[in-house]
């Protein structure tokens, strides 16, 4: 089901997601969105977190484990 809801843009350039989507699609305080460019409309999008994803990975695995691989890779790359 499509749920819209008018926003306005402030002059930094941010808005607020209303409650209603961010619960819908499980947004809190420090989630990450991809944000993409389409023809004529933006689309936001939630990126998972590792912990999400732990159920596809955890046959290699603790979530933990992959941190601190990921953040030592990060560094790496630094």
Known sequence: MALAKRVKVTRNGQTTIPKEIRGRFGIE???VLLVEAR???IVLRPVPR???LTGHL???GPAE?????????RE???
């Not at 484990?65 to 890779?73: E, G, N, Q, S």
Request: aromatic share 8%; hydrophobic share 30%.
């Open 39 to 41: 023809e004529d409309v």
């Open 58 to 60: 955890s046959r290699f």
């Open 50 to 52: 590792l912990e999400d």
């Open 29 to 31: 305080e420090g989630s």
């Open 65 to 73: 484990k992959w941190r601190k691989d990921l953040d030592r890779a």
């Open 76 to 78: 790496a790359d630094d």
